[in-house]
Each structure stands twice: as structure tokens, then as C-alpha cells.
């Protein structure tokens, strides 16, 4: 039997074990994915060794403080500055980052030019996962931070021009997933209009208080479902290639 995870802080509202847990029972695999609650990341290699982990995902708040206990990291992963997969390999861990592959499918369905200017809600781990894709893409963009040191404008500098004149708005904060649903990041939803596009990154609920407001302003919407399905996919492959899963 293979073991495999979720490493957080509070996950009551992941989809993960669900979607692995299916995986493995189509493709009969020995295998099980379980959501694993630390408190305190320094902890992550006891809980490793007691949890008998061949590999695991990592999400909210963790997905840059849990790298300095890490053996290795991947090109992508040291680029981006946060992991989200990991592989135990040999008494070894190697951090990955995934949520590359996820963001980029997603962009894939939005209609976005050389012309489109960004703006990223949110600083951590998902955010500088979607800066670094935005960057890739050549895409400009601004970070918007309730603290001024870590972002380009604050919640209160977000004028109703500056919305208007940047039709990509990303939420990269847990701001309305489950439980909290009627919550959204603080914005002036009336400068949102038709050319806007908004996608947020929480799954769960599938249509968010954000997604929500942007509609009813007549903006395009994506959810996070189809990053969390394509950067599940990607951890598993590689651990598959890693640890030579056939």
C-alpha cells in the first residue's frame, strides 16, 4: 500500500482525498490519499514518518513556510517560491510546484492577449504560483495586498479606474471558500463590467460570493475546479515518474 495526502491547516472543505480516492479505486490501485491537519509545519517530518508518506500535496498556509524543510526543490518550484506536491524519495523529500499546470489550463479558457493587464488578490503560496505564469505569459500585472510592503496597491488604493482598466481579476486568497461563502474580497464590484474576467482559485463553493458579484456586473467567471483536477493530475504524475509507479 502506497500512502499519499494533504498537508494544512484546515480542510474540511478539500475536494483532494475525494478526487484521489476515486483515481485509485478506477485504476485498482494499493493507494490512499488522506487529509492530514498539522498546526505546526516544523513538525512535517515526524508527521512523514508516522503517516508512512510516499508523497503529498500541500496547501493553505503552507506552501512556502514548509520549504526550508525540504532535501530538494524543483526548477519550478525554486522559480515560483512555493510548493504544492512533494515526493519522498529515498529518505529524501523533493519539493514540486503543480499549481503551475493548473493555473496555465485555466488561463487556457479565458480570452486573454498581449493587451490584457492583470490584477493578483493575494500574496502566498497561490498567489506567486499565478505571478509566475502571468510573467511566463507576458502579462502585466498588478498584486493587491491588505499589507502595503507585500503588494503593489492595498484593498483601499483599488480605485474604480484601476479596476476598469485591468479586465483579468484573480482571486488568489481563501476569501469565500467553505464555510465563510458569503464573503469576497474587498473590491468595488460596481467598476466590473462586461470585458472583465474573473477567476478565483477556491473550488468549494463552485460558484463563489466573488464569482457571484462579477456575474451579476456581466463579467466572465472561472472557478478553481479544473486547476484543482489538473494539478492533482500533475502531482501524480510525478510521483509516478519518481517513484516508479507503473
Not at 512535517?44 to 526550508?68: C, D, H, M, R, W
Not at 479586465?167 to 476569501?175: D, E, R
Request: proline share 2%; net charge negative; with cysteine.
Amino acid at each position: 500500500m502506497l500512502y499519499f495526502g494533504l498537508i494544512g491547516r484546515s480542510l474540511s472543505h478539500s475536494f483532494s482525498r475525494n478526487f484521489f480516492t476515486a483515481k485509485f479505486e478506477a485504476e485498482q490501485r494499493a493507494a490512499d490519499y488522506t487529509l492530514i491537519e498539522v498546526e505546526d509545519i516544523s513538525t512535517i517530518n515526524n508527521v512523514i514518518a508516522k503517516q508512512g508518506l510516499a508523497g503529498f500535496n500541500v496547501t493553505i498556509p503552507y506552501k512556502e513556510s514548509i520549504i526550508p524543510y525540504l532535501d530538494e526543490l524543483s526548477a519550478e518550484a525554486k522559480g515560483v517560491g512555493a510548493v504544492n506536491c512533494v515526493v519522498v524519495r529515498d529518505g529524501k523529500t523533493i519539493g514540486h510546484n503543480t499549481d503551475i499546470k493548473g493555473i496555465e489550463a485555466s488561463l487556457g479558457w479565458l480570452t486573454i492577449d498581449e493587451n490584457t493587464k492583470a490584477l493578483v488578490l493575494g500574496t502566498g503560496g497561490a498567489s506567486k504560483a499565478v505571478q509566475y505564469v502571468l510573467k511566463k505569459m507576458g502579462i502585466e500585472f498588478k498584486v493587491v495586498s491588505r499589507d502595503a510592503e507585500r503588494g503593489d496597491l492595498t484593498y483601499e488604493q483599488l480605485t474604480a479606474d484601476i479596476i476598469q482598466e485591468h479586465h483579468l481579476i484573480i482571486n488568489a486568497t481563501p476569501v469565500g471558500t467553505a464555510p465563510n461563502i458569503e464573503e469576497a474580497p474587498a473590491l468595488d464590484y460596481s467598476a466590473i463590467g462586461e470585458k472583465h474576467q474573473l477567476f478565483d482559485l477556491v473550488y468549494n463553493p463552485a460558484t463563489t460570493e466573488f464569482l457571484k458579484r462579477g456575474e451579476a456586473q456581466g463579467a466572465n467567471t472561472m472557478n478553481g475546479i479544473l486547476m484543482l483536477q489538473t494539478q492533482a493530475i500533475a502531482s501524480w504524475h510525478i510521483w509516478q515518474r519518481e517513484l516508479n509507479i507503473e
